[in-house]
């Protein structure tokens, strides 16, 4: 298994800032994944970040409002850029075991933007 | 393409009594399918998961689903329900068999009434 520690663990932000979220793993992965879950809706993908490369990002998400980096194979952050009320949501960090069989869960941000 | 339907947004059984928690997915190929469970400020927590082998797949808490080809279903029951299991709870489908390219299911928040 796989023990994921996020922060902030939630945050309130003012409209046009941006927050960084960080990600730790107790593990070394080779992919890290970020999802999106708005309130009273399911998680969704945002991004895969693979080290050494640049995240591939999901339809609907963009590199300029999500930057994301990920400086070696423990660690990754998302920043939620010039941030809107839409952007209020919890936001996961996610890893996977060697065998591609299961994924783990980091306890998620929530984010207030307003 | 994938897809998974829960079913009920919404669930509430009293303590000590069964819980189903109904999952229908849709796949191209042979899919795997998982339950997580949420808890309120936690990350999710994989309950159980089918990849191919016995249809009727056991989990933590005394959860089990049954993978049901016929009717693409993969339904959540406990024989009693507990105050603990108060949570949201995720389903999620993944095709081609392992957590490749996964979707996650609307949620079904389960309620338990002492």
């Known amino acids: 298994s796989a023990v994921i520690s996020q922060k902030p663990s939630r945050d309130i932000c003012q409209r046009g800032t941006s927050l960084t979220i960080q990600c730790q793993v107790d593990?070394?992965?080779?992919?890290m994944f970020w999802y999106r879950q708005q309130p009273g809706q399911s998680l969704t993908l945002i991004a895969t970040?693979?080290?050494?490369?640049?995240?591939?990002?999901e339809s609907g998400f963009v590199i300029d409002k999500f930057p994301i980096s990920r400086p070696n194979l423990t660690f990754s952050t998302l920043t939620v850029s010039n941030m809107s009320p839409e952007d209020s949501s919890i936001y996961l960090c996610?890893?996977?075991?060697?065998?591609?069989?299961?994924?783990?869960f980091g306890q998620g941000t929530r984010l207030t933007v307003v | 393409a994938q897809s998974v339907t829960q079913l009920d947004s919404h669930v509430s059984v009293s303590e000590g009594t069964p819980v189903l928690l109904r999952c229908n997915y849709s796949?191209?190929?042979?899919?795997?399918l998982f339950w997580y469970v949420q808890h309120p400020n936690k990350g999710l927590q994989l309950l159980l998961k089918?990849?191919?082998?016995?249809?009727l797949v056991k989990g933590i808490n005394g959860f089990e689903a049954e993978f049901k080809k016929s009717e693409t279903s993969f339904h959540l029951t406990k024989p009693s329900a507990h105050m603990s299991d108060a949570a949201e709870y995720f389903c999620?489908?993944?095709?081609?068999?392992?957590?490749?390219?996964?979707?996650f299911g609307i949620g079904t928040k389960l309620q338990v009434i002492p």
């Open positions: 996610s890893v996977r075991d060697r065998t591609n069989t299961e994924a783990f």
């Open positions: 593990s070394q992965v080779t992919m």
């Open positions: 970040a693979n080290q050494g490369s640049e995240a591939t990002y």
């Open positions: 796949s191209s190929y042979s899919p795997s």
């Open positions: 089918y990849t191919s082998a016995a249809t």
């Open positions: 999620v489908v993944s095709e081609g068999g392992g957590y490749q390219k996964v979707t």
